[in-house]
């Protein structure tokens, strides 16, 4: 090799290591100190060799490069032996089950493997350079014991395990065994310590400690409950004092662990049914039976258990009797309870103190719509309405949170979204201690009640509002009698072109509109005199028909649905036409862009079902007369009021609000029903129930009024009112009658006691202070037997009307009257 170029002898990869170390020693660059790098030997072996070069003077001051060349092989190999082995014990460390840490002399955490990390629920990088007593792991009371352990196992002196309880990261309590080892490792004094979690062991020493005293205090427990267990050989392995006892008792024998149970039973057939239901346990089927001995009126509950060993093998069984005659009573009990409950038509409701419900009964579906398992769970707020405030409600839950009761009646709302009110009492229910565990309701639905109620309140107040119109219109009457008498007598004795013709004409046409609506008011009252005859619906609404037509105009289609069957009705025919055409018109109104309008009759029966939901009707045959529209339809709110005087939806100067009261007047004072049915956008119906009458009568003809109403017979006029009273006089004094004058009913007996000549005619108001005008003709016809009686009022009671019908034979004039008309009534009396 000498004196040839050294580099022929190296592989490339040293090539360029020889290369780059002259490049950066002329560079004036420091130059790696060493290299390693496999060599080929001749013999075909190869070693590892470590080049270390440096660059010295020779004697000539020429710079020459000294390489010493080492054969590292055995180095290298050793050390790879030392690394393979410490990533061997890297990854017993790293993945060992158990929580291995590694801690310095002085107590701090060096190193800490997976199951440690997941041991204590946080990573080992929190731990490393802190104090194991200072990391929170250990309770207070464990850390100074800690310590004084830790100090013994850095001496040497102790490395027996301990048990800890820790409390990890996430707060969960852990039990650990920790067992620990002092090592050297590079000249330090280290601890390896090594963490088992014990806490499911510890839980369950302590399930076996605690079923240990369950079961001594079972077989001491000083009730009369009988506990024994048995081998497999029906051997006694334990029993308590109840059981001996009892056995002493009715077997006359002693018993003692070991012993036979069968040895107690002498009868083969009680052994024999004894022994098969020890042999149906012992096969692992564990039961529970009941009891009863009927001669002294017990019950006894027997639980059978098999025992089982380690393996699941079963070893023995156990039994325990219980004397459950009260709580068997006191179930039976119960389910009579639950039964009632079940069956009762009251809705009944359980929550629990935070007002979720638990039980349901029933009812409560029949009534809410609402199944049982749509609402367990649910709070009661669901049924909420929204009618109540929000102080009704936290009155409720203060009275109920008090331990009262509540009663009161609540506005709910069903499943379907339609309103219902429940008269409901609710109240706490307390456990032993009085303390609230629960709240019950029970619950009535009384929306039929509350819809009869609200009927009746509205039939009391059409009442109330019919009398006081009744008692406006008779003293309005009086009133428009002088005031149309008068204007009639003016404007006879005037021409058309005279001074104040004109205004007096329009004075007598407010008198004449003034009159119409009074009529109508006595109409509501039922306080207007009518004369009723047998009709047929079908018939009266013929003869309308072609009327209808034009008032309702074409774009509203009139249909009509008649009963060919339909039966006989009484009333007056002029009131008919009256409730035909007042709804009509309504309707009319009711589709100002057109629509239907349809009018039936029909037969009908109101039974008892159907005066459940509709108060004061009387069952019965019926007439029904139902007129329904398509027009724009009533509110709730609307129709609450639409029979009520005065009332209107429509605009000023479009109607008086008189019409639907005067139809309701009418129908109630012919015994008869109306009700309404309507919703916005879907139109109207009106459905009159009128008693059904015999057959049809012929009618009677009224007897035509005489053309001359002039006349010279002695009248006796009796009115208290005295415009009334002086019209009356001038009135048929002007027509050529003699007219005697009385203010009141004693003055008339009077002058029909001392009037010497005869009295023709009697005209009395029917109501006076004195004396009524029926009782003043009583004692007048006693006085002059042939006198005529010509009643007149502008409202009666029951004198000579009964519910508003006339009296037959009786003459009567309704006030406000024109001269014309009294002239032509007082005539027709007399010649009658």
């Known amino acids: 090799m000498l004196g040839q170029d050294f580099r022929e002898f190296l592989d490339e990869e040293v090539r360029q290591w020889v290369a780059d170390y002259y490049r950066r020693r002329q560079e004036g660059k420091p130059a790696p100190p060493q290299y ?77 493997n997976k199951a440690a990390e997941t041991l204590i629920g946080d990573k080992r990088e929190k731990l490393i350079g802190k104090h194991f007593t200072e990391v929170g792991l250990l309770f207070p009371q464990d850390v100074e014991t800690a310590a004084r352990e830790f100090e013994k196992i850095v001496r040497g002196e102790s490395t027996a395990p301990h048990e800890y309880k820790i409390q990890r990261r996430d707060g969960k309590e852990v039990f650990l065994e920790i067992r620990t080892f ?57 029993f308590n004092e109840t059981h001996r006892l009892e056995m002493e008792k009715n077997h006359g024998i002693r018993i003692e662990t070991g012993m036979n149970i069968l040895e107690a039973f002498r009868k083969p057939d009680i052994r024999k049914k004894v022994k098969s239901r020890f042999d149906r346990v012992l096969k692992g089927e564990g039961f529970t039976e009941i009891q009863y001995k009927p001669q002294y009126d017990i019950y006894y509950e027997i639980i059978w258990n098999p025992i089982r060993g380690k393996e699941g093998e079963i070893v023995g069984l156990t039994a325990f009797i219980q004397d459950i005659t009260q709580r068997r009573k006191t179930e039976m009990e119960l389910t009579r309870l639950a039964s009632v409950i079940e ?102 639905d009384i929306t039929q009640e509350r819809i009869l109620e609200e009927q009746i309140q509205q039939s009391q107040k059409m009442e109330a509002i019919g009398r006081l119109a009744g008692g406006v219109a008779h003293d309005f009457n009086n009133l428009l009698t002088v005031i149309n008498g008068y204007c009639d007598l003016i404007l006879n004795r005037l021409q058309p072109g005279d001074p104040f013709f004109k205004e007096i004409n329009q004075i007598y046409s407010a008198g004449k509109r003034a009159s119409s609506l009074t009529n109508q008011l006595l109409a509501f009252s039922r306080k207007q005199i009518i004369q009723p005859h047998i009709l047929n619906l079908n018939s009266q609404v013929q003869e309308l028909e072609k009327m209808l037509r034009r008032l309702i105009g074409e774009d509203i289609e009139l249909f009509t649905d008649l009963d060919a069957e339909l039966g006989y009705v009484k009333m007056d025919p002029g009131q ?100 309404v049915y309507s919703e916005p956008g879907k139109g109207t119906t009106f459905k009159i129930y009128l008693p059904q009458q015999g057959e049809a009568a012929e009618a009677t003809r009224a007897e035509e009024a005489a053309e001359n109403y002039r006349g010279n017979e002695t009248v006796l006029v009796v009115e208290d009112d005295t415009n009334v009273r002086e ?33 023709h005619l009697l005209l009395s108001d029917v109501i006076m202070p004195d004396l009524s005008g029926r009782d003043l003709v009583k004692k007048a016809q006693a006085i002059r037997p042939n006198i005529k009686v010509l009643y007149m009022s502008g409202y009666t009671d029951n004198a000579i009307v009964h519910h508003g019908v006339l009296e037959a034979n009786t003459n009567f004039i309704q006030k406000p009257f024109s001269p014309q008309v009294l002239l032509q009534k007082v005539r027709q009396v007399l010649d009658s």
């Open 36 to 112: 390693e790098f496999d060599i080929l030997r001749p013999d075909g072996t190869t070693r590892r060799v470590e080049i270390r070069a440096t660059v010295i003077q020779d004697l000539h001051n020429r710079p020459q490069t000294v390489a010493q060349v080492l054969d590292v092989t055995d180095r290298i190999q050793a050390r790879r032996i030392i690394e393979e082995s410490e990533k061997k014990f890297r990854l017993l460390f790293e993945f060992a089950p158990d929580a291995y840490f590694l801690l310095d002399a002085e107590g701090r955490f060096i190193d800490g």
């Open 182 to 238: 002092p090592t050297r490792i590079g000249g330090r004094t280290l601890v390896l310590g090594i963490a088992r979690d014990i806490s499911e062991r510890k839980r369950s020493q302590f399930i076996l400690e605690q079923n240990n005293l369950l079961m001594q205090a079972l077989l001491n427990s000083p009730q009369k409950i009988i506990i024994f267990a048995l081998d497999r050989e029906y051997r006694y392995i334990a």
């Open 343 to 444: 069956q009762a038509s009251e809705a009944i409701m359980i929550t629990d103190i935070h007002g979720n419900l638990e039980y349901v009964n029933p009812a409560f579906t029949r009534v809410t719509g609402y199944q049982s398992a749509e609402v367990l769970g649910q709070n009661p707020r669901l049924l909420k309405s929204g009618k109540h405030s929000v102080d009704f409600y936290y009155e409720l839950w203060q009275t109920i949170l008090h331990g009262e009761i509540w009663r009161g009646v609540l506005t709910n709302k069903k499943k379907d979204g339609s309103i219902f009110y429940e008269d409901a009492t609710i109240f706490p229910i307390k456990n032993a201690e009085g303390e609230i565990i629960n709240f019950a309701a029970v619950k009535r």
């Open 576 to 675: 008919f036409d009256q409730i035909i055409m007042n709804i009509v018109v309504n309707a009319r109104d009711a589709m100002p862009k057109g629509g239907k309008l349809t009018i039936e009759t029909a037969n009908v029966v109101l039974d008892r079902e159907y005066i459940r939901s509709h108060a004061q009707v009387k069952p019965g045959k019926y007439v029904m007369l139902a007129i329904s529209d398509t027009g724009i339809g009533m509110t709730p709110e609307v129709m609450r009021h639409i029979f009520e005087p005065f009332f209107t939806t429509k605009g000023r100067s479009k109607g008086t609000g008189l019409g639907l009261s005067t139809v309701y007047g009418i129908v109630k004072q012919n015994n008869g029903y109306i009700w």
């Open 727 to 759: 019209l009356t006089i001038q009135i048929l004094q002007e027509n050529g009658y003699c007219v005697l004058i009385a203010s009141h009913a004693r003055e008339a007996l009077r002058a029909l006691e001392e009037h010497s000549g005869e009295i």
